[in-house]
């Protein structure tokens, strides 16, 4: 089984049936169950999650991108800084980055209060971090591949050549 | 009345309202051919209520965003009149570059390319330019619904080979057998619509040697040349001595999912091009400027739009062909375009289409629309989305079982 393409379904749409997915492989179900397993194991896939579209559900939802800056000293490397910035369950994506900044973070909460105590208590605070520059996301139109509008209507007729 | 409105007319009612038998003496050509069955399907369908559709020949995909936001920008900057009568010098190259670098088929933009609107009107010119009344054009059997009714209008005869033995492939002997050493001209379609069939090389290259020994001219429509899975499309202009005797048609319509632009382009000699250009030039002038500008920009920078869709339909096509063994329905593996082609229980394809329609809420096309080689089969587009095909295949399923 080409175990590319089974994570191309998988990115596609991880709630597919082991069922279904073989038969698009045209693979047994067990070779295809082995695979993800395996792919799990490696960590290769780190994890499966909805994609919400906040804007649609009756409740606060507050994301924030942020731009960090930090100096690095003999004894901390990137990754350490990364490490303990990582812990923090408000921290959903941690991206180190070229260009004006260093770390690019997405930090989500319930509110804007929570979001801004949480970066100005124990983000701007670590010693190694010298500058953070807050954006708060106002509306979403594009997430991990998936559109939040209304999408194309299907306008085929219904039988043609 | 404005001119639109007194042309605007596609239903049989005359212009000014007048009915078939009013004052015009409908020729005998349109009169000898009939509407097609695909209609009386289409208005079946658009009867029924909570209907998924497996009878649509187009993807259902849109243009990539590329192509489509080049067509907006050409608007932009104003151009919006007629072209050469061969389509843009530009979109010409790029076709030059595209069809070598695919299927190593070398033309020359200025000479051996015309752009055209659609592949359907590649084919009328072609027909008309080629075929002189009581000349024969030989079609394999099931094939697309507009081959035959584009013979009569050019004048000729269809001389049918059946090929529902041979997986819907053309040999030899059956063309030998339906006396298409005697036609004038071979006109298929493989990517085949509909049964999904394609031309591995060997198999071609016993065609073009029958073409080449009974001295047929070949128009081979390769639409679905892009929508091949698990084997390469070889085009029979590729094959030695064909290149002379073949007009090659494509167009954007399948791969790059442009059916409603209608752009496609014919490919050939000099001297056939010519003449094919000879018609288009004085019967509709150019090919559509918009979609040109979309064309150009979707083959420089959209490859991978169109991997990816083929991908997806390679899916489904497993996703289909699997489900349809499960369910006990004979169907060949189909390689090629969207289509499977699956045997229908009892045989009669129109009833069981027409049942499988009122009962189950699916439609499909019975493959007899196709010509008599595809009695008992049906037209089965994969061109929807996995979820409605899940939907579709379950609710086939208890129909089968009830
Ligand atoms: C085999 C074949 N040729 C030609 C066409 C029409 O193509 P176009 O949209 O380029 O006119 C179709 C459309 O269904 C087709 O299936």
Known sequence: ?161 | MSEQDRSGDVDGTGPGGQSEDGAFGISQRVQETPPSGIRRFFELAEEAEDVISLGVGEPDFSAPWAARDAAIHSLEQGQTAYTANRGKRELRAEIARHVDAEYDLQYDPDEEILVTTGVSEGIDVALRAVVDPGDTVAVPDPTYVSYAPGVTFAGGEICQIPTTEDEFRLTPEAMAEAGADEADVLLYCYPNNPTGAIMPREELAAVAEFCREHDLVVLADEIYADLTYGQEHVSIATLPGMRERTIVFNGFSKAYAMTGLRLGYAMGPPEVIEACNRIHQYTMLSAPTTPQHAAIEALRSCDDEVDEMVEEYDRRRRFVLSRFEELGMDCFEAKGAFYVFPEVPGGDAEAFAEELLTEAGVAAVPGDVFGDGGAGHLRVSYATGLEDLKEAMDRIEAYLES
């Open chain 1, 1 to 161: 089984m080409n175990e590319r393409e089974l994570l191309d379904l998988l990115l596609a749409d991880a709630r597919r049936s082991t069922e279904d997915l073989a038969r698009m492989l045209d693979a047994d179900e067990a070779a295809v169950d082995d695979a993800i397993e395996r792919l799990e194991e490696d960590g290769v896939v780190g994890g499966y999650q909805a994609v919400v579209d906040w804007g649609e559900v009756d409740e606060e939802r507050v994301v924030a991108l942020v731009e960090l800056n930090v100096t690095l000293d003999r004894e901390t490397s990137y990754a350490d800084i990364a490490e303990r910035l990582a812990r923090f369950p408000e921290v959903q994506t941690l991206q180190l980055v070229s260009g004006d900044y260093d770390f690019d973070m997405r930090v989500e909460g319930d509110s804007m209060r929570e979001v801004s105590r949480f970066i100005s208590d124990k983000v701007a605070p670590v010693p190694e971090i010298t500058q953070t520059v807050t954006h708060y996301v106002m509306d979403t139109y594009k997430d991990r591949g998936v559109n939040f509008g209304d999408g194309d209507d299907d306008d085929r007729l219904s039988v043609s050549p």
